[in-house]
């Protein structure tokens, strides 16, 4: 049961950060590099607002899976970091 509410807090909360996450792997591999440049346009044609992109980019980098730059005007610089696995390879 508490499961279940964990991922409906996640869904009303901060689900689009799944989104997010998808377009900042999708950049990365298509460029083959783990820093991107994120776009706002990029998001809306997921369905994801601004204030949405900047929540699930928020949720990202409190877990530790990415960092960002962030300019004001400026799409943010996101780096997708290392998982301990990848370090040991």
């Known amino acids: 049961m508490q499961e279940n509410s964990n991922l409906q ?3 009303y909360k901060g689900g689009l950060h799944l989104h ?4 900042i792997w999708h950049l990365a591999f298509l460029g083959g ?10 998001l809306r044609g997921l ?7 900047y929540r699930g980019l928020n949720l990202l980098e409190e877990a530790r899976l990415i ?4 300019h004001l005007g400026r799409n943010p610089l996101v780096t997708i970091l ?7 390879v």
């Not at 997010?20 to 377009?23: E, H, I, K, M, N």
Request: aromatic share 6%.
């Open 9 to 11: 807090w996640h869904y």
């Open 20 to 23: 997010v996450g998808v377009a």
């Open 33 to 42: 590099c783990r820093t991107i440049k994120l776009s706002g346009k990029l």
């Open 47 to 53: 369905g994801v607002s601004r204030h949405a992109g």
């Open 67 to 70: 960092t960002t730059e962030r």
């Open 82 to 88: 290392e998982t301990p696995e990848e370090g040991k």
